[in-house]
């Protein structure tokens, strides 16, 4: 079913003080997919997605055990090279966090961290990843204003094209639609299905007809356990586990 | 050749960051090395010329030349005056406080502005303060005395007690007034019989800081409650305090005298510690007692 | 009974509500006026001086003769400018790397560590840390001069400086620990997936943020620093010339204030010029006060 697979979680246990909020996750994703992790909220969804590049680091009190495996990496090995790791990922947040600079140093910023100086060759990366998320046109005459001056549509896809400047495989992105209004959710969710065709995406969500409208493979979960996993049609159309036929039903959200 | 200059420029990162991890470290022992530093030669001076005669009496033969007695005109002295500043303060900061927050909630303009006001005052140096009281008290033809100290330390820490109020009253959910409206009390009501209860803890905190104030300034005091051997017995006469016992007797060549300024260090640094530490302890209280 | 009861106690609420309320918009309009009573008052008192001399020379001439009437305030001004610059520029980097040590590498616990700390350094009084001045500082900051071969008793600029830097650091420090605990952490979180080490983020965006209140803290210092009195006084020297290194004495404006209230009414025009002092202290404390707060709200909206 899973040609090839992208990230393997293995086994993985996380506790936050005493609470366990992650038990026993196992399992694959698959690779240039769109995964979803659906379920309601508080469920673990977020948590697991930090700990795929490790965000779960800034948190106190988080004890992690288990592997997750990115070509054949054990991203939860304390000696991996974690800014390379991050790398690989590009992270889009809840609502927009764009960097205090300007439109143009957010894409670039990535860039230049990893020792890229050449202003040719910023100007057209920066012109190209803008291209990416359609964002390009509306902004093209202002890139040297402040980034909190668009508006939060605006924003969300900036970080977006932020993300990718990095040039990662995987895009992990937590319930990136939520603050935005619905045209915006849209144009979100349109990109992310043209970008699919060259990145690995898992996606938080716990809108169950987003998740029907983009998923390839769907990750359910309720508190803290993978309730059941497969490709998008099969959860859909013929849930095996009676919690989450209840939930596609409606019974939870 | 690429490769080389990678990891070089990671070597470098790396040895930035670990540099400037140095001098953090650096920075916060010093700052905790410097409080140490001031209680410690504190105490090491002063504790030694500790004793029951220099707590019980007043100084005898003048504070400034003789070389026997204690400092209890200070103490006593200082204690009259905080306290008495500290109250008055507490009848204008108390509503005042309250107002803002609750007969004027609705105002965000007018509460702004006052805060506006309140934080201008707070950040107004005690000296000057202490000028504007003497010349008001030359401009009256009043002496020296332990009320215009008092007065001119209210004025003083108003701003500091009802801004420390305030931050407490801010965190009062909108809720609970409300309710306390729904059942039909009035704006005064509210205040004083909810809101009031609901932060007793945080509000002693700020009369407590505010004291802490009071006691150990000795710019505002200098001019307006002057110096005296004696303890004062009626509003009217001028009255010692602590910060300015250690300040006229420290300069003294006398080594007794010297002595009693350095006690006077001691308990005044003593009397600042304690409020410091139930000031603490009574906002952690208010921490766990809070309704959220 | 209850009848009659009830209106009375209506009475007796009304009364109490009313009476209330007065007493507190009495205080409200007490705090409203009180600015504007402090700096008139400090204006007519001082004003007269000016109609006998001239401002460029009451702010620019260093000749301090009260007893010809000669009243130049400049040794007293760059004293005061010294002192206070020299202070954070003491304070301003040790209050920014700890207040970064302490919000992002370091556990809870030492934030707990810390909180009293600058709790007690911001009650010890003025005069306390003058005692530790003249105990400690002094005698340091003379062995300092002999280092470099310069003559000095200790009780300087440097010395009140130092002194004053310590005093300035927990009122700064609380700013800096509040400006960074409030920046988001999805913030760090989006440099950090970009592949930025924890030092690049905080760096290049964490302080990129915090800027303009950072600003504004050191700004909030200088006019908690530049009115500060005793504890200067106390180690600074207070010898009436125009400082022109940091081992040499200086006398300050607050100093000025304090150590001449006793004389001022004997001399004439005296009390005036200390109430121009005053004025000065009042005007440059509210304009560093102010310009902080105004810069730290108008970039709040912008960022």
Redesign the interface.
Known sequence: MINGSKINIEHLNLHIGNKHILKDIHVKIPEKKLTVILGPSGCGKTTLLKSLNRLTDLYPEVKTQGKIFNDNEDILHPKIEITELRKKMGLLAQSPYPLPMSIYDNITYGLRIS?RRKKKYLNKRVEYYLRQVSLWEEVKDRLKDPASALSIGQQQRLCLARGLSVDPDIILADEPTSALDPVSSREIEELFLKLKQRYTIVMVTHILRQARRVADYVIFMYLGEIIEHGPAKQIFENPKNPITKSYIKGIYS | MKRKF?VN?KLL??S??LL??V??????T???M??L??IA??LI?GVPSLSWSMISETPKGGYYFGKEGGILNAIIGSLYLSTGATLLALV??L??A???NI?KMKQKRAVNS?R??????W??????Y???G???M?YLGLRTSLLAGILTVA?FI??IM?RSMDEVLKTVPKGLIESAFSLGS????T??RIVLRQCIPGLITAVL?SF?RA?????AV??TAGYTDYIPTSLSQPTATL??S??FQ?SSPIPEVQNR??AS?VI??II??I???T??AFSMKYQKNKIK | MKAIALPNFKTR?VL??SG??F???C??I???T??II?LT??II?SATLFQEKSVLELLFSSKWKPLSGQFGFLPFILSSLWITFLSILIAA???L??A???TQ?TKRI?LKI????????A??????????G???IVPFVAKMASWFNIQSSGYSILSGAIVLS?MI?PFV?NILIEIYRSIPLELSEASLSLGA????TIKKVLTQKAFPGIISSFG?GV??A?????AVL?VVGNVVQIPRGIFQAGYPL?AL??NN?GEM?SIPMY?RA??LA?LI??VV??IF??GS?YLINYYEKKI
């Open positions: 020792g | 990678r420029r990162k790396k930035e960051e400037f991890r001098f953090m470290i650096l920075s916060t010093i700052i905790i410097a409080l530093a001031i030669s504190i001076k204008v900061s509503p005042l309250l107002y803002i007969h006052i506006f006001i309140l934080d201008l005052l950040g107004i140096p005690s000296i000057v202490g000028a504007f003497f010349m008001l030359v004025l108003i701003p009802v009035t704006k005064s009501e205040a004083f800081l802490g006691i150990g300034d000795a710019a200098l001019f910060p300015l250690v300040f420290l300024a350095y260090a005044l640094t600042v510690l409020i410091s530490i000031s603490r | 609420r109490r509500e209330s309320e007493w507190m918009k205080c409200y007490l705090i409203w009180m600015p402090l008052g400090l008192k980097p040790i209050c790397l700890t970064i040590y302490i590498y030492v810390m909180h009293p700390v600058i709790d007690i350094l009650g010890i009084p003025s005069v306390i840390y003058g005692v530790w003249i105990l400690i310590v650091i420090l080490t924890k030092w690049e909030l006019s908690r530049f009115g500060e009195t005793i106390m607050p204030i304090a209230y009414l009390d200390l109430m005053a202290l009042f404390v509210t006060n102010l707060r």
